[in-house]
């Protein structure tokens, strides 16, 4: 079963989407799904999974020099 993690970042831009794409796709399966909504207020990062834990994302966009929190329901 696919999990859906659901985050806030401070990824703005298409560049800063670029520079975490080979990261997420380092983390993912070819079968699992990410994708950002630049136009929403917090910049959502939206994760579609069945194996990464909330904290390794996290912990991968901060590296990259991002903030990231999980937004839960």
């Known amino acids: 079963m696919r999990n859906v993690l659901v985050f ?8 800063g ?4 794409a ?17 136009e929403d207020c ?3 990062l939206r994760v579609e999974a069945q194996a ?12 990259a020099g991002f903030l990231c929190a999980e937004l839960e329901d």
């Open 52 to 63: 990464v834990t909330p904290s390794v994302i996290i912990d991968r966009l901060q590296q």
């Open 42 to 44: 917090d910049h959502i």
């Open 17 to 20: 989407v670029n520079q975490v």
């Open 8 to 15: 806030k970042t401070s990824v703005r831009t298409d560049y």
């Open 22 to 38: 080979p990261l997420l796709n380092q983390l993912l399966t070819p079968a699992d799904r990410w994708n950002f909504d630049l």
